[in-house]
């Protein structure tokens, strides 16, 4: 009979693979892969996001990367923006390419057939674009055309370019350009090796929660589970089947979980579709909104219990569930540690 993994022991495995039980000497680069890419929407979220994970981060060491082209922002999980390196952008594209997202089968078939032009063409800003495929193509309406382009940008792999990705972004500066085109993957192989990735950096975890992080259907990655066989079984406290991969680290359910300050649309609040783990129901409600927004929060105890912001070079903390004094105790004094790097 599988064995029974409890929330406690499931967070404890989360803040392990996420490396947020302790900091590690590691590169921005060896980091974004071991997470399986960074939530880039909010250009200084993979920022903090690396501050919170990596002992002595500097956000010069990034800016180097995304300016040498050895990180990307492109277009993936969930078709939603992330920073992934430029050897893994071939697999995560290959993975995720018919990936069902907002555009259909018609607005495909007329990206198809400009992606060369749209290549020649970059850089483009958006509004450029839309004129583009307005004048030169006959894409009048509106809705149709901006879902032309988002199909033109995934299969055209224009990406934005590196200087939306830096700290302080300029206005003006979301520009997609032209990236190299990736090498060929096979799709199969590249879908075994996102999902391998997944558990990596998220399991043990449900095939829900595969598809909920991935954007793509059970039926689409099973083939790549059978790949991966064998596989570690467990059971939620729900009697839901978890997969994980051999020998990835499982801690003790009641090892101390540092305070840990967490930035907008961080990975760990969005890789699963029981999110319990990590954050209650109830909490949850206030940090996402019905816009998709999530906040910047706090874990403590390994669990989300707070949201933070900063203005006026001041970090600022409001609790969302009850904390000890030692606890709050904590979050003050890595607050502070974080307000002295932001400032």
Do not use: C
Request: proline share 6%; net charge positive; no cysteine.
């Amino acid at each position: 009979m599988a064995r029974v993994l409890t929330l406690q022991a499931l967070n404890r495995a989360t803040l392990a693979r996420q490396l947020l039980l302790e900091r590690k000497k590691l590169s921005p680069l060896a980091v974004i892969e071991r997470l399986a890419g960074m939530q880039a929407q909010w250009a200084p979220a993979p920022y903090v996001g690396l501050w919170t994970r990596v002992e002595g981060f500097r956000r010069e060491t990034l800016e180097r990367a995304l300016l040498r082209g050895d990180v990307l922002k492109p277009t993936v999980m969930r078709g939603t923006l992330h920073l992934v390196t430029r050897r893994d952008y071939p697999v995560f594209w290959s993975a995720l390419r018919d990936m069902p997202t907002w555009y259909g089968a018609n607005h495909l078939e007329h990206a198809l057939a400009v992606v060369a032009a749209a290549r020649e063409r970059a850089p483009l800003t958006h509004a450029e674009a839309l004129a583009w495929l307005a004048e030169e193509h006959g894409h009048v309406e509106d809705t149709d055309r901006r879902r032309i382009f988002h199909a033109v940008r995934r299969r055209a792999h224009l990406l934005h370019a590196p200087e939306s990705a830096l700290w302080k972004v300029r206005a003006g500066t979301v520009v997609f350009h032209a990236a190299p085109e990736p090498g060929e993957v096979d799709v199969l192989a590249a879908r075994v090796e996102l999902v391998r990735r997944y558990l990596a950096a998220f399991g043990p975890a449900s095939r829900a929660d595969i598809a909920d992080w991935s954007g793509l259907r059970v039926a689409d990655f099973a083939p790549a589970l059978d790949v991966l066989e064998p596989l570690r079984r467990f059971r939620d406290e729900h009697g839901r089947e978890l997969l994980d991969l051999p020998r990835a680290p499982l801690p003790a359910a009641d090892l101390p979980a540092p305070v840990r300050f967490l930035p907008k649309w961080d990975n760990v609040l969005l890789a699963f579709a029981d999110r319990r783990r990590v954050i209650d129901d109830e909490i949850r409600r206030v940090v996402v909104g019905k816009n998709g927004d999530v906040a910047q929060t706090v874990l403590v105890d390994g669990r989300v219990a707070a949201t933070w912001s900063y203005a006026k070079g001041r970090v600022t903390v409001d609790y969302l569930a009850a904390a000890t004094r030692t606890q709050k105790s904590d979050v003050a004094a890595e607050g502070e540690r974080l307000q002295a790097w932001l400032s």
